[in-house]
């Protein structure tokens, strides 16, 4: 199934090399990252493999979020997917909105950012968010020491 997701990760505040956005600093707590799976293999595949390099953490970064992913200051939570044909993910993304981390997961859109921050766990909202753009949503939270999700 093709879609669109929001993997939730937890950090204490850390600074971090992203690629061509340099040094950024993160504040403690959560953050949200908005991405697309209308490719091959779908939601299962790049959620998938989302989840499968937060749990090597020995793999060299490819996209932004590979960077929080590897990186020992970040914990993935978990993620939100929902089921669609249609580029949603920038809509997804201003449903969310707010404190966003700028230039961060959107080189191939006009979008400001796909990375927010949150002080609280931020599942429920990001369900809401869903909702508010027309997707019924599925949530997996991770199970620590499990490396892959299903969908």
Known sequence: MKGIYCLVLRNGACDLEVGRL????????????VGSALGPGGLAARVGRHFKLAAAQDR????????????????LEGAVCGGTE???????????????????????????????????????????????????????KTNKGESDLLI
């Open 22 to 33: 340099g040094p950024v600093h993160f504040r403690e707590g959560w953050h949200i990252y």
């Open 60 to 75: 060299r970064p490819r996209w932004h979020i590979d960077r929080l992913l590897l990186s020992p200051a970040f914990s």
């Open 86 to 140: 249609e580029r949603l993910e920038c809509r997804l993304a201003g449903a969310i909105g707010r404190e966003g981390v700028p230039g961060f997961g959107c080189t191939d859109c006009a979008c400001d950012s796909h990375l927010f921050y949150r002080s609280d766990d931020p599942f429920d909202e990001i369900t809401r968010a869903f909702t508010a753009i027309g997707i019924s949503a599925v949530t997996r």
